[in-house]
């Protein structure tokens, strides 16, 4: 079975201090992840993917296999971090993604 | 490029009624997936349309269909609508499957 589990449904901290989203994922092979993210009245979209190894807007995840997890991280936290923030897998062969529950990250000033 | 559209943005509608949600594709793109996100959750993968046929499908109901018309563009349709139907219904499209592009949503509240 695939799943994603997002542990935090709500996550708060100051500007500046470093921030972690934690996501664990449950698949029998080598999925595609992926962080979306969803600010106030904009649609869903494409933060990073892993295979891209890229740092979007300073964040960056590492696939950890052993662990089974994909967190999300960023060193210093800005006020237009404020989003919704989903995990999600695309299996082996598949063309679905399956999401997590989300996180939302609040920055306070 | 407008990126993905569609309509409704909001729809309310009675238990047991039936109801078509539209969605238009990014310029380019050849494929469609239709999610439905409840409140508080992830989106969910309802199922995915590519040349006009549905190619992949998740554990929804027959009562969830859908079509894909020769431009691309694609219907969600829900019969015998529930309750438990209200959510917002996201339509991403791509071109063969990858690099998902997201519409806006359309709200869907049953009473």
């Known amino acids: 079975a695939q799943r994603v589990t997002q542990p935090e449904k709500l996550l708060s901290v100051f500007k500046g201090a470093p921030v972690e989203l934690k996501c664990n994922y449950s698949?029998?092979?080598?999925?595609?992840l992926f962080w979306y993210v969803q600010y106030s009245r904009q649609r869903l979209q494409l933060l990073l993917r892993?295979?891209s190894r890229e740092s979007i807007k300073g964040f960056t995840a590492d696939l950890n296999k052993g662990e089974t997890s994909f967190h999300l991280k960023k060193p210093f936290a800005q006020e237009e971090d404020s989003a919704m923030y989903y995990c999600?897998?695309?299996?082996?062969?598949?063309?679905?993604?399956?999401f997590g529950q989300g996180t939302r990250l609040t920055i306070n000033p | 490029d407008a990126g993905v559209t569609q309509s409704p943005t909001h729809l309310i509608k009675t238990r047991g009624q039936q109801v078509t949600l539209r969605c238009s594709p990014k310029?380019?793109?050849?494929?469609v997936s239709w999610y439905q996100q409840a409140l508080g959750q992830g989106p969910q993968f309802i199922f995915q349309?590519?040349?006009?046929?549905?190619?992949q499908r998740g554990n929804f109901p027959d009562r969830f269909s859908g079509h894909q018309f020769p431009n691309y563009s694609s219907e969600l349709n829900v019969n015998a609508l529930l309750l438990g139907d209200s959510a917002l219904y996201l339509c991403?499209?791509?071109?063969?499957?990858?690099?998902?592009?997201f519409g806006s949503g359309t709200r869907l509240t049953v009473v």
């Open positions: 991403a499209s791509s071109l063969g499957g990858l690099g998902y592009t």
């Open positions: 698949y029998s092979g080598s999925p595609e």
């Open positions: 892993h295979i």
């Open positions: 999600a897998l695309m299996g082996q062969g598949a063309q679905k993604l399956v």
């Open positions: 310029s380019g793109h050849d494929t």
């Open positions: 349309y590519y040349e006009e046929e549905e190619r």
